[in-house]
């Protein structure tokens, strides 16, 4: 069964730096496009940043020059950030679209989400 587990969030201060990671496992013929939301306490989910199978990146403006995104060869993403601001303030969820093996067609898996809160 194909899941994506994540790992690194956590609370810190102003200006700091955190480092999510989302590893899929399970028998995977490709993952395509793969990214990160964010869900703050009363808003709407917000797209954070996106990376395709062949690396192209795109990011909210909100977090340009500070968030990275990027993948591995096999089966994990990262999403680094830097300069870290009370309004990151959220829960983070991974996503890939993922074809398991033995299926051509790929389709949206999700994390299970990660708070990342930024407070002095």
């Known amino acids: 069964q194909v899941q994506l587990v994540e790992s690194g969030g956590g609370l810190v201060q102003p200006g700091g730096s955190l480092r999510l990671s989302c590893a899929a496992s399970?028998?995977?013929?490709?993952?395509?496009?793969m990214g990160w939301y964010r869900q703050a306490p009363g808003k709407e989910r917000e797209l954070v940043a996106t990376?395709?199978?062949?690396?192209?990146t795109n990011y909210a403006e909100s977090v340009k020059g500070r968030f990275t995104i990027s993948r591995d060869s096999a089966k994990e993403q990262y999403l680094q950030m830097n300069s870290l601001k009370p309004e990151d303030t959220a829960v983070y969820y991974c996503?890939?679209?993922?074809?398991?093996?033995?299926?051509?067609?790929?389709?949206?898996?999700w994390g299970q989400g990660t708070q990342v809160t930024v407070s002095s």
């Open positions: 996503y890939a679209f993922i074809a398991p093996y033995g299926m051509s067609l790929s389709t949206p898996y």
């Open positions: 399970g028998i995977i013929f490709s993952i395509d496009d």
């Open positions: 990376i395709t199978s062949g690396g192209t």
